[in-house]
């Protein structure tokens, strides 16, 4: 037996969608493959991988917003089909350096009511989000860069104290992630999701998330400029020209 136990918390569900604050009205001839993002840092949980792949679905919004038109979204740029490449002016992929994270500290048994004198696990636990999104544009046939713009996320921290349970017993094992990079396949996914974070501390991690989302968008946003990427693919046809595709 023990004390009456909190109610439970409803899960906060994360909107990642994003509408350009500066849409045109003019459509440009230029077609856009969009591909998954390749990570680079580290973003923890099942909430963190909802989060990254919203990206592609948001970008492909953004272009659409722009004037400009889209294929895919693909999983990777050597997964993509000749016809497909071909019949892309331009690629654009993020590169995820970002560190979204938990951190336990002071772990602690604490009474929590119980009538028989036994304890339970208590812990404080730190949220973070620190990094930035670099978005690369290619020609996809030869993959040379053409253009690429980074956008600093807003470092975001808190403390959610107080928890209990299997988050208590979990530590985030840093460095995992090959500094190269990997592409976020479908594989890839499912096995670097981890869990999701339950209850109040669930919640915070996934509003940290949105405001991530929310901040690597609208920093994009200001950079994807209609008539730079209709001079992108001049560059793209000057490539292909000269590469005989």
């Known amino acids: 037996n023990r004390a009456a136990e909190a109610p439970p918390v409803t899960p906060y569900t994360p909107k990642y969608v994003y509408q350009s604050a500066t849409p045109v009205q003019q459509k440009q001839d230029v077609s ?9 840092g580290m973003v923890a949980g099942a909430d963190g991988i909802d989060m990254l792949k919203a990206l592609p679905s948001a970008l492909t919004d953004l272009i659409t917003a722009k004037g400009m038109t889209y294929r895919g979204p693909f999983e990777q740029l050597d997964t993509m089909t000749f016809p497909d490449k071909k019949g892309s ?7 995820i350096e970002l560190e979204a994270l938990w951190e336990v500290s002071n772990s602690r048994a604490e009474n929590r009511g119980f009538i028989n004198g036994s304890t339970v696990t208590v812990c404080d636990v730190k949220l973070s989000s620190k990094g930035r999104v670099s978005f690369v544009v290619i020609e996809p046939l ?10 600093n996320v807003d470092a975001q921290e808190m403390m959610v104290p107080n928890q209990t349970g299997q988050i ?11 500094s190269a990079g990997i592409p976020l396949t ?4 499912s096995s670097n999701s981890g869990p999701a974070l339950e209850g109040e501390l669930g919640n915070a991690y996934r509003k940290m998330l949105e405001a991530t989302f929310n901040s690597v968008m609208k920093g994009i946003d200001t950079y ?5 990427f209709a001079s992108l693919k001049h560059q793209s046809q000057e490539l292909r020209e000269k590469k005989v595709y």
């Open 32 to 40: 856009i493959a969009i591909v998954n993002p390749i990570l680079k």
């Open 89 to 95: 002016d331009l690629a654009l992929y993020p590169e």
């Open 142 to 151: 030869s993959k040379e860069t053409l253009w690429r713009k980074t956008v």
């Open 168 to 178: 208590c017993h979990m530590q985030i094992q840093k460095g995992q992630t090959p």
């Open 186 to 189: 479908a594989q890839a996914l």
């Open 224 to 228: 994807v400029n209609t008539e730079e």
